[in-house]
């Protein structure tokens, strides 16, 4: 037999990066449970599910247009987040997934030896893809659950080239004010880029709450992420965006694979940005009156959370995250461990519809209980 030596072949930092293990298809994890019914409350998706201008649009494609390749720049897509927005549809890059276009940003700005700074309890892919691409990721610890401004500025080094800030945070929940934001990007003077992932974007009514888009005329290193994943409900679908000064975009895009947008994602996409339905308020009115039942109920079993914007909340529990996983998965009831996220015993929830959460609560109580 011929043999491969995989230990040359491939970087060390690739060797010895952890790969992520999926979780199985809802199926196998009934079986493997022994539960009738299953409520995924592990990925902040939309209990309501598209809107229904986006659930025509893939209930009609039509199948002979699988053979045809989509656009290869969501063209269409890009115009009318241009419109919405107030800038140049080239200032838009669409991907596969907010996920696929934070690989984007990686591969564009960063070679060996750089490094990006992020923090160690947020969305865990900006800290990955940088790890398994060879480039430092430094985290810097939340203060008070919130990405810590001057921290990370005192971190900055001649190497950093990428500060990611989740905002709202996931998971905290916690987010910079417009004011916070700009003192930030004042104090970096244009030195680094920096980006500003608004995946729960749509799930903030707060005043001082900013829209990242609206400041990039004024500072052109300032990167934002969207997704259709979560307000939109269309996370199957797998279709994201960024968007950036045109020059910088115009680098961003130079990484990117053409093609990575399937054409169903693309209008379905532009079908919710259209949506006259109500279907944000809808949603938020969802979100907000399940948030206030679980703060209740929690209150009533003296769990602690830490709950902010967003559509999910965090539970202390007072035992083992990922027993407390096996154990609610037995009711029927998918939650999030967070020892991944660096937050031992603590489970993330998603706020979804009240039959929902009035299951999470009574499986709760008998998980702690017994
Ligand atoms: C869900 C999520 C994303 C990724 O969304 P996709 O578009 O589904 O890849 C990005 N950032 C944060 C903070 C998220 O929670």
Partial sequence: MMKTNLDTLVPAYVREFEPYIPSKPDDEL???????????????????????????????????????????????????????????????????????????????????????????????VYEWVATFSGIKAKLIPLKNERFDDQAMLESIDENTKVIFICNPNNPSGTYW??????????????????????????????????????????????????????????????????????????????????????TTAQEAALACLRDDTGHIAKTRALVCASRAFLREELAKLNLPIIAGEGNYLIVRLPGSDTLAYRKLMREGIMIRPMTGFRYPNDIRVTLSKMEAMEAFIAALKKMLET
């Fill in 30 to 124: 009934k079986k493997l449970y022994g539960c009738q019914n299953l409520y995924r409350l592990n990925n902040n998706e939309n209990p309501l599910g598209p809107p229904p201008g986006a659930q025509e649009i893939i209930r009609r494609f039509s199948p002979p247009r699988g053979a045809v390749y989509p656009s290869g720049d969501s063209y269409y897509l890009r115009q009318e987040i241009g419109n919405i927005n107030g800038i140049d549809p080239d200032q838009v890059v669409v991907g596969n997934g907010a996920n696929e276009v934070i690989a984007f940003v990686v591969k564009a700005f960063c070679q060996q030896g750089d490094n990006i700074i992020t923090t160690d309890k947020t969305f865990a």
């Fill in 177 to 262: 004010s417009k004011d916070t934001l700009i003192a930030f990007l004042d104090a970096l003077s244009g030195r680094q880029m920096v980006v500003v992932d608004e995946a729960y974007f749509e799930f903030v009514e707060n005043e001082d709450y900013p829209n990242g888009i609206s400041l990039i005329k004024d500072y052109p290193n300032l990167i934002v992420f969207r997704t259709f994943s979560k307000m939109y409900g269309i996370a199957g679908l797998r279709i994201g965006y960024l968007a950036a000064d045109l020059a910088v975009a115009d680098m961003i895009r130079r990484t990117c694979v053409v093609y990575s947008v399937n």
